[in-house]
């Protein structure tokens, strides 16, 4: 007993159970804090730059006058995961948003049988209690095959489905097709998706074939008409404008001289015209990649471009100026200009395009230019027709372009892609999905149930591991001495 007591009172054996005891109160408060925390349900705190794991404002605008009750199942999805501290935060902005962790689908056969799920499914359910809208968990993924990354589209996707199933009425937008346009089906491919998300019907319009703008157009969208329209296209969109139509017109310069008397015959009646010819930017402040051709054109301040403005503009690729007619003209025409998009005063406008000098050339106009203009044209008392022309329509495409060793779609270039959405919004009367919208272009990974495991055991056995290392290797040294 005495020899028992006298190596108990040895120093080594008195520090070595106080380190062990402080690891093991350090280890209980670590593990408790965290029950704690769990129990709170405390907001996540997001340090990501571009706030990629926090609903976005504009999500935030589209949710928040809701007044449906909304149920999002999370099936055969852990409790733990990021996807469904995303899911919280809907509820957390409308108390008419409930979620529903089901990890097991077996103890939920009422939606077992309903949507026919499988007990290895996963995937989310949207629903009201007369819609609903399910979603893969591939849905919640896109592939950028430019940067060979996996995106993260998780949080486009809830909202779309939750405005999807609860909004009567989505604005219609038809782009015009027929005159060799940009497409959606090719160009404007990328648009399209954003503007589907945003919950916008899109569609293809070729006029002789229907005949007539249908009246449930909220928008038409003509893109750089190759050919000139006949009169019968003339006269359908007349009656468009003259019932109160909205426009957004998107025209690249033409290099050759062309002559499309009947497209003016429109333009005429907002006296407007996209003129023959390029700009090419002066000011190296307002010009991209030290390219003439590249502008970053002044914006002026409205509700689609109150934020752009202030948050590094946008990048048009090769545009053309746009002229107006006289006030006197404008009067008669009972038009009104806003204009949005110019050049510094620095700026050249040539026609003599075959000349590739980056520099001014006897011919070239110098001086501030129109490039992107709203025009409202008065019809009746309250009734007024809308034109935005921007005198540039690549800006916004697919065609990749390269850029060092990465090759980028135009439409990603500086805010082009919030630009083009939010003037949508604005044309469509969707004013709460004005924004600018945060990039979620980041690599993701989700692990596995078998790879969660390997993970967690990691977390666990490799410190102890290395305390039981660190433990031996003392000991060994101390037996040395």
């Avoid at 992107?372 to 034109?387: A, F, H, M, Q």
Wanted: some cysteine; glycine content about 4%; hydrophobic content about 35%.
């Amino acid at each position: 007993m005495k020899k028992i007591i006298e190596i108990i009172q040895e120093k080594w054996l008195k520090d070595t159970t106080k380190t062990i005891i402080l690891v093991t109160m350090l280890f209980i408060c670590f593990i408790g804090i965290n029950i704690l925390i769990q129990k709170l349900d405390l907001q996540d705190i997001d340090i990501t730059k571009n706030k990629i794991f926090t609903l976005s404002e504009i999500s935030k605008k589209q949710i928040e006058n809701i007044d449906e009750k909304v149920t999002m199942y999370l099936v055969g999805i852990s409790e733990n995961t990021s996807l469904v501290d995303l899911a919280k935060q809907y509820t957390k902005q409308n108390k008419n948003i409930k979620i529903e962790v089901i990890e097991d689908i077996g103890k939920r056969a009422d939606l077992k049988s309903k949507y026919d799920i499988t007990d290895q499914t996963q995937m989310i359910i949207v629903e009201t209690d007369e819609r609903n809208k399910l979603l893969t968990i591939d849905e919640l993924y896109t592939y950028d095959y430019t940067t060979y990354q996996q995106i993260d589209v998780s949080e486009e996707k809830l909202t779309n489905a939750i405005c999807d199933i609860t909004i009567s009425q989505k604005p219609k937008i038809y782009f015009l097709t027929g005159h060799n346009e940009y497409s959606l089906n090719s160009e404007l491919t990328i648009l399209k998706a954003y503007l589907t998300n945003e919950i916008n019907d899109v569609e293809n319009l070729d006029l002789l074939v229907k005949g007539e703008i249908p009246q449930d157009a909220d928008l038409i969208v003509i893109g750089s008409p190759q050919k000139d329209f006949i009169e019968q296209e003339v006269q359908i969109i007349t009656t468009y404008i003259e019932r109160g139509g909205k426009i957004l017109w998107m025209n690249d310069p033409t290099l050759t001289e062309k002559s499309f008397p009947n497209i003016q015959k429109i333009l005429d009646q907002f006296g407007i015209n996209f003129q023959q010819g390029i700009i090419l930017e002066q000011d190296e402040n307002k010009m991209a990649m030290q390219a003439p051709n590249y502008i970053i054109p002044s914006i002026n301040i409205t509700k689609a471009t109150k934020d752009i403005a202030t948050d590094g503009g946008i990048l048009l690729i090769n545009a053309s100026k746009i002229t107006l007619a006289e006030d006197e003209k404008m009067e008669e025409l009972n038009v009104t200009s806003q204009i949005i998009l110019t050049t510094s005063n620095k700026a050249l406008y040539r026609t003599q395009t075959d000349n590739t000098s980056n520099y001014k050339i006897p011919s070239d106009e110098e001086g501030n230019f129109i490039l992107g203009v709203k025009l409202e044209k008065k019809i009746e008392e309250e009734k007024n027709s809308t034109l935005y022309a921007i005198s540039s329509n690549f800006f916004i495409v697919d065609y990749p372009i390269t850029i060092g060793d990465s090759q980028i779609s135009p439409i990603y270039f500086y805010n082009n892609k919030d630009y083009i959405l939010n003037t949508i919004a604005e044309l469509t009367n969707k004013e709460s999905t004005i924004s600018i919208r945060k990039d979620t272009g980041v690599v993701t990974y989700t692990a596995t149930q078998n790879q969660d495991k390997i993970i967690k055991i990691a977390i666990i056995i490799y410190p102890i591991l290395i305390i039981t290392i660190g433990f031996i290797v003392w000991y060994i040294r101390r037996r040395k001495k």
